[in-house]
């Protein structure tokens, strides 16, 4: 059995727009209510994210001074305008249904030997996204080239490629 040549050149491996969208997408048609309360929970997914692929607001930024005093002040939650977003791709996300993750008390299951999580940073006040390179965190036992199709066929397949 021969494996299929990947449909795109090394050139077209930046997915971080594709992944841009998605984030945005789903911020957008987020749950009003857990706006209005100005205090989004970690886990938050109740924004729209394409089928196959799960998205969760992940937190807050640090917020970070320095006091009267000149002592270094942090809350690990404290800056609003900075938000953090994981988008989960599993193996088989063009096809299926996201499986759920198993969960803790305090956080989900990541599936590196099954899945991919990219972090994206949005910040409220610029109006801009960094998407932090999967490659860079070791989030995923996956083949870097499966994944970097795999996100390119659900866009496609979704009508979401960029131009």
């Known amino acids: 059995m021969t494996t299929p040549m990947p449909i795109y050149t090394d050139d077209d491996r930046d997915y971080s727009e594709v992944v841009e969208t998605w984030v945005r997408t789903f911020i ?3 749950d009003e209510e ?13 924004g729209e994210a394409p089928f196959g692929v799960k998205i969760i607001f992940d937190g807050y930024g640090i917020k970070e001074w320095e006091d009267e005093d000149g002592n270094y002040q942090c809350d690990e939650q404290g800056n609003k305008n900075a938000m953090s977003f994981a988008v989960f791709v599993h ?18 299951i990541h599936r590196p030997k099954e899945e991919v999580c990219i972090y994206a940073w949005y910040d409220v006040e610029e109006d801009t996204m960094d998407i932090i390179p999967f490659e860079d965190n070791n989030s995923t036992e996956l083949d870097h080239d499966f994944i970097y199709d795999l996100i390119f066929k659900i866009a496609e397949r979704d009508g979401t490629l960029p131009q």
């Open 34 to 46: 857990a706006w209005d309360d100005e205090d989004l929970q970690p886990g938050d997914e109740s």
């Open 91 to 108: 193996k088989n996300s063009l096809t299926e249904e996201f499986e759920p993750h198993d969960l803790t008390p305090w956080c989900l």
């Open 28 to 30: 957008s048609t987020m």
